[in-house]
């Protein structure tokens, strides 16, 4: 990306960004995304995190916002801890299984 001229970076992000599919499409969906940076950053914490569901449950629900966390900071760790949630609850699922799981944790959540 270094070697391309700036003005065409975000043409071919929001050009990559259209053609995802499957867990990928799912994560950018609804977000708006304008940098590189920022694409890698939802996919490092989307899909970067290995724990079981069981553990992830009970950190999304004690979760408290710290002190000297902003609520930005406090949402950015829920969401996190919730794309996490919803990527082990839809290991091994088929498609149709993935779409529900994601959809009803997408509701909870939000």
């Not at 990559?16 to 950053?41: M, S």
């Not at 979760?63 to 290991?91: G, P």
Request: no cysteine; net charge neutral.
């Amino acid at each position: 990306m270094a070697t391309l001229p700036d003005s065409l970076k975000p043409i071919i992000l929001e050009t990559i960004i259209t053609q995802l599919k499957g867990n990928a499409f799912e994560a950018v969906r609804y977000k708006v995304i304008t940098t590189w940076d920022e694409l890698k950053n939802l996919f490092k914490t989307v899909f970067g995190s290995a724990h079981s569901v069981s553990y992830l449950q009970v950190q999304l629900s004690q979760m408290r916002q710290n002190s000297k966390e902003s609520i930005k900071e406090f949402s950015i760790r829920i969401e996190k801890t919730a794309h996490e949630l919803t990527h082990a609850l839809t290991v091994d699922k088929d498609q149709a299984e993935v779409n529900i799981i994601a959809q009803t944790e997408r509701m909870r959540y939000s």
